[in-house]
């Protein structure tokens, strides 16, 4: 079964759990694998290549699992040249509605002589696998590996080969990252016009990222006639990655005036599995990564705030909530403007006249200096200007803790909430956890921790240090610091400083009509 495309529909085909996973430390569990299909799946990605399974049998069982539960994308299974993969990989994607077989080998001179190949016996190799391949499923993708650095005449031998024994989609991968966006496009166009075949197959492009410019080479691909775009969430791959998902859907939608073409990528779900793959693979998302970086939609410039203030395309072309953020993030920092210190006092309830925002801003700017990030309770401390720490809803009056080599360490903590002490043990995975949980014990809320440092100010086995706590709740952000010889009181009383906080936060709400 071939996939068909109209001429202006780019099929998208993820790569996350095979090639991204193959980027050292990234591996993944089952469960998270499964989680992650699922995901792509419900966003509407074309293809999910679920795996490599004659690489473990753990990998074997995820690609059998999601091709067992996947709804609508294609399942894929990747595999080498040989009859024993090819086997492997059908067993694994026969359950998917709609299975595919990828198989691979490397053309280009350095990596014939791997398994040293005359072209006449790869030649020969690529048409026994590929009519293998077919005879088993109708759906069947063949890669030329490192295509880019393959002789031109030799490639469209090999292409011509594998689609008379049976291929329905050729891959053309620029496997080192090596090739400029003309080149890629210029490849594609050369291999459409002359492969005899080449206009009953869909042609798919397959960019790293070595040099940067994965994204402009897929996208010059499609403009050359390509119509499948491999690719990864948040562009996770080997060395320096590959084509991010992302990049190419949001660019396809932004801008359909030079690229009229579509995908059926559902991009408010982009955020999301963006974030989730951040997590369960252990590589984060860097903060000026475009689309779904944490500047992405920040500004902190008082000329760009001011602006998006006033109108949000003068320094967007996209809106947060195309790819499912709920809003721009004006950072307050030492680069900010009196109007985005205004908006963001307004929000958190503050009604503030001209003089008196005049002499705010100049202790914000004050706090600015010696802070990267001004965030929303520091501005609620300039505003409260001097309230005792006292007068605090929740304060730590005992803490003792158990700790050492044998679990479980515990944590026997007494809190003074709104005047009436509260006691309770708990235990955690060391004295600091087993700490938290007792807070969360005697005050529980629904704050999500989002960091927890800790700096020794001093040198020396009494140093003292300053522990620093961030937490979220509905969107709200705050957070805590505290400072003691004892790392753990310290803890404790930057995560109650948090929490007090986020009590102020609660009871502060933008007034209406604002």
């Known amino acids: 079964m071939t996939m068909t495309t109209t001429s202006d529909h780019v099929l998208i085909f993820d790569t996350t759990l095979r090639d991204g996973e193959q980027s050292p430390g990234a591996t993944m569990t089952h469960d998270e694998k499964l989680e992650i299909a699922e995901m792509l799946d419900d966003m509407g990605v074309d293809i999910i290549e679920a795996g490599f399974p004659i690489a473990s049998d753990g990998d074997f069982a995820a690609v059998s699992e999601i091709a067992k539960r996947s709804k609508s994308s294609v399942i894929c299974g990747l595999s080498r040249a040989n009859f024993k993969d090819i086997d492997r990989c059908a067993e694994a994607v026969r359950h998917a509605a709609k299975p595919r077989i990828h198989t691979f080998i490397g053309t280009s001179p350095l990596h014939r002589e791997i398994p040293n190949l005359s072209k006449d016996e790869m030649a020969d190799l690529i048409h026994e696998t590929v009519t293998h391949a077919r005879n088993l499923t109708d759906d069947v993708q063949w890669s030329a590996m490192d295509a880019t650095r393959t002789e031109h005449d030799y490639l469209c031998r090999v292409i011509e080969i594998a689609i008379k024994a049976g291929a329905t989609t050729i891959n053309i991968p620029d496997t080192v990252g090596y090739t400029a966006p003309r080149e890629s496009a210029d490849l594609i166009r050369m291999l459409i016009e002359k492969v005899p075949g080449a206009d009953e197959v869909t042609f798919a492009t397959h960019c790293h990222n070595d040099l940067g410019m994965a994204t402009a080479n897929?996208?010059?691909?499609?403009?050359?006639?390509?119509?499948?775009?491999?690719?990864?969430?948040?562009?996770l791959g080997e060395r320096a990655g590959n084509t991010a998902l992302e990049e190419v859907v949001m660019a396809l939608k932004v801008r359909n005036d030079i690229m009229p073409w579509s995908t059926g990528v559902d991009t408010k779900k982009i955020m999301n599995i963006s974030r989730r793959v951040a997590q369960v693979s252990g590589f984060a998302v860097?903060?000026?990564k475009a689309i779904v970086g944490k500047n992405?939609?920040?500004?902190?410039?008082?000329i760009h705030q001011d602006g998006m203030l006033k109108n949000a395309e003068?320094?967007?072309?996209?809106?947060?909530?195309d790819v499912g953020l709920s809003e721009t993030s004006l950072v307050l920092g030492k680069h900010s403007g009196r109007a985005a210190l205004r908006d963001r006092l307004n929000q958190l309830g503050f009604d503030v006249g001209d003089n008196q925002l005049k002499d705010v801003f100049v202790r914000f700017k004050e706090l600015a200096d010696r802070k990267k990030e001004v965030f929303d309770d520091d501005l609620i401390a300039l505003m409260r200007d001097g309230t005792d720490a006292e007068n605090d809803r929740i304060q730590v009056k005992f803490l003792r803790v158990i700790c050492g080599t044998e679990a479980p360490q515990s944590a026997d903590l007494t809190l003074e909430i709104d005047g009436t002490d509260h006691q309770k043990t708990a235990t955690g995975d060391g004295p600091v956890d087993a700490t938290f949980n007792a807070i969360q014990h005697l005050f529980p809320h629904d704050a999500t921790l989002q960091l927890y440092q800790v700096h020794a100010v001093t040198e020396g086995t009494d140093a003292q240090a300053t522990v620093s706590v961030r937490m979220e709740e509905n969107g709200k952000i705050v957070t805590g610091q505290s400072s003691d010889t004892d790392t753990v009181v310290a803890s404790a009383k930057a995560?109650?400083?948090a929490l007090n906080n986020l009590l102020v936060r609660r009871e502060k709400t933008k007034p209406e009509g604002v």
Do not use: D, K, W
Request: proline share 3%; with cysteine; glycine share 8%.
């Open 495 to 497: 995560y109650v400083n």
């Open 296 to 302: 992405a939609f920040a500004h902190e410039s008082g």
């Open 218 to 235: 897929a996208l010059a691909a499609v403009e050359a006639g390509a119509r499948q775009i491999e690719c990864t969430i948040n562009g």
């Open 286 to 288: 860097q903060y000026n």
């Open 314 to 321: 003068t320094f967007e072309i996209m809106r947060p909530e």
